[in-house]
T-cell receptor, first 113, second 109 residues
């Protein structure tokens, strides 16, 4: 059964550095999402992407964040200048119409020092 | 604004006992409600969605629009049900999911 994959599983970075988190959604899916979960808190929506553009974003998704689908298979989340409070588990998800079900990747744990 | 509330962070029951994990929501339109489960060291997986009205692994959930609730129930808990359970809400297809804070279910032998 196809699954969403994410790399790396754990990323450690220094504050102020750029990070790119990578996701390979399920191949025939059309909607792509990033969520994050700070330790001990709820899963929060960051951004959704459809038809090669952002369709929704939360207030968390500020100018420091960007998403890209560079080659038709990968879906990336870039944080330009990481802050300590960006430390979290980042989940990628994908889905396709007509249903609303989203399939999640295993997550990337980002630690900002 | 849409919101999902799971009032219990932890629910501990004995094997064979009934389980009810509570979920309340607020949403101005017609939401789609989901239960996701996360077993230890595994990814979030969809357990149930309200529109399919099915039973998965013995779990059921009924959408009560009057009480704005979508509680998850199982008549006889099993040890392998121990996991983190998240209630989530979405609007139209392709929309974001709004998650509750999650309930950790522990089923004791």
């Amino acid at each position: 059964e196809p699954e969403v994959t994410q790399t790396p599983s754990h990323q450690v970075t220094q504050m102020g550095q750029e990070v790119i988190l990578r996701c390979v959604p399920i191949s025939n899916h059309l909607y792509f999402y990033w969520y994050r979960q700070i330790l001990g808190q709820k899963v929060e929506f960051l951004v959704s992407f459809y038809n090669n553009e952002i369709s929704e974003k939360s207030e968390i998704f500020d100018d420091q964040f960007s998403v890209e689908r560079p080659d038709g298979s990968n879906f990336t989340l870039k944080i330009r200048s990481t802050k300590l409070e960006d430390s979290a588990m980042y989940f990628c998800a994908s889905g396709r119409p007509p249903g609303n079900e989203q399939f999640f990747g295993p997550g990337t744990r980002l630690t900002v020092l | 604004a849409q919101r999902v509330t799971q009032p219990e962070k932890l629910l501990s029951v004995f094997k064979g006992a009934p389980v009810e994990l509570k979920c309340n929501y607020s949403y101005s339109g017609s939401p789609e409600l989901f239960w996701y489960v996360q077993y230890s060291r595994q990814r979030l997986q969809l357990l149930l969605r309200h529109i399919s009205r099915e039973s998965i692994k013995g779990f059921t959930a009924d959408l009560n629009k009057g009480e704005t609730s979508f509680h998850l129930k199982k008549p006889f808990a099993q040890e392998e049900d121990s996991a983190m359970y998240y209630c989530a809400l979405s609007g139209n297809a392709g929309n974001m999911l709004t998650f509750g804070g999650g309930t950790r279910l522990m089923v004791k032998p």
